[in-house]
């Protein structure tokens, strides 16, 4: 157990809603991470963070923000869902420096409808 | 652009058979490596990582880095049907502290 929980597990929304995916971590690690999984996609970064308010874009970022007011917590907002953000949504964190692995939360999967 | 490759598979090798498993990377330098299994509908799951040029053995895995050739292979012996899975390679660029991962090799085991 990476001491990772991602909240919720599970989520269905309409089209043009907001959506905030929670990522939360008990060891107050440094660096924290969105990928999106999609079939034939692999897994792709939608944004990371390595601290407290410091954030940064990903390669798929479009149409995605992020927080991080607090070491634990790191929120992922659909300001306004599309169709085509239909996807698997993972939190990873690095447990060390720059070098380690990453270690990833149990994924959400989020239909936009 | 940071690119991780690996063979979409599936890869189907029989039972107690060597599964042989492959990556290349394009950032000369990159610095560790990793590998992740990833069960369907499940998270991945860290099972190798390798920092140095050589071969590195857990269990029925080994991990090989050739950084010349910038390619990092996953070996599995005796492979089993609870190995299964889709297989990961990440990579994490030089200077940097994201990895990047590859879209990853469907194993299939078959008894």
């Known amino acids: 157990d990476a001491g990772i929980t991602q909240s919720p597990r599970h989520k269905v929304t309409e089209t043009g809603t907001p959506v905030t995916l929670r990522c939360h971590q008990t060891?107050?690690?440094?660096?924290m991470y969105w990928y999106r999984q999609d079939p034939g996609h692999g897994l792709r970064l939608i944004h990371y963070s390595y601290g407290v308010k410091d954030t940064d874009k990903g390669e798929v970022s479009d149409g995605y923000s992020v927080s991080r007011s607090k070491t634990e917590d790191f929120l992922l907002t659909l300001e306004s869902a599309t169709s085509s953000q239909t996807s698997v949504y993972f939190c990873?964190?690095?447990?060390?420096?720059?070098?380690?692995?990453?270690?990833f939360g149990q994924g959400t999967r989020l239909t936009v409808v | 652009q940071k690119e991780v490759e690996q063979n979409s598979g599936p890869l189907s090798v029989p039972e107690g058979a060597i599964a042989s498993l492959n990556c290349t990377y394009s950032d000369r330098g990159s610095q560790s490596f990793f590998w992740y299994r990833q069960y369907s509908g499940k998270s991945p799951e860290l099972i190798m990582f390798?920092?140095?040029?050589g071969d590195k053995e857990d269990g029925r895995f080994t991990a090989q880095l050739n950084k010349a050739s910038q390619y990092v292979s996953l070996l599995i012996r005796d492979s089993q049907p609870s190995d299964s899975a889709t297989y990961l390679c990440?990579?994490?660029?030089?200077?940097?502290?994201?990895?990047?991962f590859g879209r990853g090799t469907s194993l299939i085991v078959h008894p």
């Open positions: 990873a964190i690095k447990k060390g420096d720059m070098n380690t692995e990453a270690f």
């Open positions: 390798i920092y140095s040029n």
């Open positions: 060891e107050n690690h440094r660096y």
């Open positions: 990440a990579v994490n660029p030089g200077g940097s502290y994201i990895p990047t």
